[in-house]
């Protein structure tokens, strides 16, 4: 009897002491900075930006919109450029105009509409987008990607590039939705694609409205290619994402404390069908390039219009449209080419969306959101602002 203690206890201890040596062990390797991801990333803890996302003191939120940056390996050559500019141009310009247009506008929140890496020039995705969201993790301003046609020919596949992305410093993208139910704060998994979430804006510090969703952005991820009957065509938004994207807002509309419905936007990267067939009521910007979309219309026009809370959709794809064109009532409108890898045209400077929201101010406190603006700038020597226009005001 004694003698199975004895051994169990000799048994126990020793376990206990392999335990505690593996524990040092790692501990040891993370102070020293031994584990290694890639050979030159160390395993960091992920920099989280300072949340919930909120308006500022000022009832002003920006966001930058970044479309088609198309990173190559970060030396990959620009095309679309004159010949005379060939030789002394590659994604570096890309990175460089992102950093501009960062430092020029201190936006809130930048939001990356797919086509982020371009990847058939690049052999190493995790480097190439740590690369090119570089500069805005650099800033550390809250950011998130959806994905495009183009992300995942390289290394990752889509759901292992979202996985990553939301991984990185100071980014809110998500691979997978959460449920409704915030006290668990589980992901939906029966939903098509990588990179559909919800991401809300509170009030003010210290406002009336500092804890509450006064604005709320809807990422949905439009897919890669697809061959239907025969025939190769984009991707689409399918019909479990926009279930998704009902439930997610009629859910936060009825949240209490809540006199009329948040106003939202979406982005996602592949254009609807309407905006190639029409008609628009009305269009501000360049069409200069055929719209390529999916030969599949899912009701995606629909679906927005019925939830009647979104107020503009931002999208990528064509790199030579940057108009917004309203479409029963909803304005969708291109970033415009951003990057320098990605197909353009010389003479015709890459560009940038800025959206900025403004919220009413009451006689002593904010009121709800009251004007959605939004603008470009070029990649000028003075980052020229071209296109001011009022996307919505509540009035209306
Ligand atoms: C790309 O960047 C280089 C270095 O800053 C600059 O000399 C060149 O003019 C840029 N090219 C274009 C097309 O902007
Ligand atoms: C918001 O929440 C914080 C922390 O719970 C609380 O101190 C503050 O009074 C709340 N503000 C409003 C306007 O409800
Ligand atoms: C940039 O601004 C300067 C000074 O206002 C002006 O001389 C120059 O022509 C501008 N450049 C472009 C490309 O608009």
Not at 17 to 29: D, E, H, K, M, R
Request: proline letters at 3%; a neutral charge; charged letters at 20%.
């Amino acid at each position: 009897m004694m003698q199975t203690h004895y051994r169990k206890w000799i048994q126990s201890s020793l376990y206990l002491a392999l335990i505690t040596c593996s524990l040092y062990f790692i501990q040891f390797l993370i102070l020293s900075d031994r584990l290694i991801v890639s050979h030159h990333k160390q395993i960091t803890l992920k920099k989280h930006p300072h949340l919930p996302l909120r308006f500022n003191s000022d009832g002003t939120f920006k966001i930058l919109q970044v479309a088609d940056m198309h990173f190559g390996s970060g030396s990959s050559r620009c095309r679309d450029v004159f010949s005379s500019q060939f030789e002394s141009c590659s994604d570096l310009n890309t990175t460089l105009f992102l950093k501009r247009m960062i430092d020029a506008e201190r936006p809130d929140f930048i939001a990356f509409t797919g086509d982020n890496i371009f990847g058939s020039s690049t052999n190493d995705a995790a480097e190439s987008l740590f690369k090119a969201f570089g500069p805005a993790m650099d800033s550390r301003l809250p950011w998130a990607a959806v994905l495009g046609n183009h992300d995942q020919e390289s290394t990752m596949t889509r759901q292992e590039l979202m996985s990553f992305i939301s991984l990185m410093d100071y980014s809110l993208s998500q691979p997978n939705p959460l449920t409704q139910d915030l006290t668990k704060q589980e992901a939906i998994t029966d939903i098509d694609g990588f990179g559909n979430y919800d991401l809300r804006v509170w009030g003010p510090p210290g406002s009336r409205l500092a804890n509450q969703t006064v604005f709320d952005l809807f990422f949905l991820d439009s897919g890669d290619r697809a061959v239907v009957n025969g025939f190769k065509t984009y991707g689409w938004i399918k019909e479990s994402q926009l279930s998704w994207l009902r439930r997610a807002s009629k859910g936060h509309n009825q949240e209490i404390c809540r006199s009329q419905d948040t106003p939202s936007l979406a982005f996602f990267h592949i254009p609807i069908p309407e905006i190639r067939s029409g008609p628009f009521r009305e269009i501000f910007g360049e069409y200069r390039e055929h719209v390529a979309c999916s030969i599949v219309n899912s009701g995606v026009l629909q679906t927005l219009v019925s939830m009647g809370n979104v107020k503009a959709v931002f999208m990528g794809h064509d790199h030579l449209n940057d108009f917004c064109g309203n479409l029963d009532g909803i304005w969708f409108c291109y970033g415009g080419g951003f990057g320098y890898h990605g197909y353009g045209r010389a003479g015709w400077s890459r560009r940038g969306r800025l959206i900025l929201a403004q919220l009413k101010k009451g006689k002593n406190e904010w009121m709800g959101v009251e004007t959605i603006k939004s603008w470009k700038r070029l990649d000028d020597e003075n980052l020229t602002k071209i296109d001011h226009q009022i996307l919505w005001t509540s009035s209306n």
